[in-house]
């Protein structure tokens, strides 16, 4: 039983807040909300309004859709001006680079070689470090020159690294130290476009002002249009005409 009555308490409070929002949209009392008679002049009332409500609904999504464009434009430049200024920081200042792999005691980078020994830590430029293996029944034997010419050896005994992988590491090495010499050599150019890349993007602001221009076209437009401001007037003469009916002004 309770919750039948709790149904019919909700379906009564459906119905009384639908008469009130027709009371409320038709003022005048139940037989100019309700009445046959005067469908008429509701249909007179509702047209006005749908006709505004429909054009301020388009103004707004169109205005709306011109200023997210406008904002994804300036978005769009400044991440193209971040990548670039990244890119020339990542050029001025290389760091160690991507990883490569590594054996024990060694991490190869880009442009790196990093020892983690006992005698010995610390980072070796590619590009002034050369390496050597030798292999003995006792195990493998990395030899690393740093610059100025200190040695470092690194020996690895039988059984924890195969002699293959050593050999393919420090030709890995070799291989990763020859093309951080190419990038060493290449960098003055490339540092060069960089630059040129960044003033470039920086510069490109084509999209941008586009996007700003027609933003402010739109906006002039939708202020110089007379078809809001018409549908106002229209709304106002059907409430009048309501008003004279009814001697009630709706909403």
Do not use: C
Request: glycine content about 8%.
């Amino acid at each position: 039983m309770g919750a039948v009555l709790i149904v019919l308490l909700v379906v009564l409070g459906t119905v009384a807040g639908l008469v009130l929002r027709q009371l409320h949209r038709y003022p005048g009392g139940g037989r100019f909300a309700f009445g046959s008679e005067h469908a008429a002049a509701r249909r007179d009332l509702d047209a006005a309004r749908t006709t505004l409500r429909g054009l301020e609904r388009s103004a707004a999504r169109e205005l709306a859709a011109a200023h997210d464009a406008n904002q994804r434009a300036a978005t769009t430049h400044r991440r193209r001006v971040r990548r670039a200024e990244e890119d020339l920081a990542q050029l001025n200042d290389p760091g160690r680079g991507g990883y490569r792999e590594e054996l024990g005691d060694l991490s190869l980078y880009e442009f790196v070689l990093v020892l983690s020994t006992e005698d010995w830590s610390g980072e070796l430029p590619l590009h002034e470090t050369s390496v050597r293996s030798e292999h003995t029944h006792h195990g493998g034997h990395v030899y690393v020159t740093a610059p100025g010419g200190r040695r470092h050896l690194i020996t690895y005994p039988a059984g924890q690294f195969d002699e293959e992988h050593v050999r393919r590491f420090v030709l890995a090495v070799h291989n990763t130290t020859a093309a951080a010499k190419e990038f060493r050599a290449d960098r003055p150019r490339l540092l060069r476009e960089a630059r040129a890349e960044l003033r470039r993007v920086r510069e490109d602001t084509t999209g941008q002002a586009e996007a700003s221009r027609r933003l402010h076209d739109l906006t002039l437009h939708q202020q110089h249009d007379p078809g809001i401001p018409r549908a106002r007037q229209e709304l106002d003469a059907a409430r009048a005409r309501w008003h004279r009916l009814t001697g009630h002004v709706p909403g």
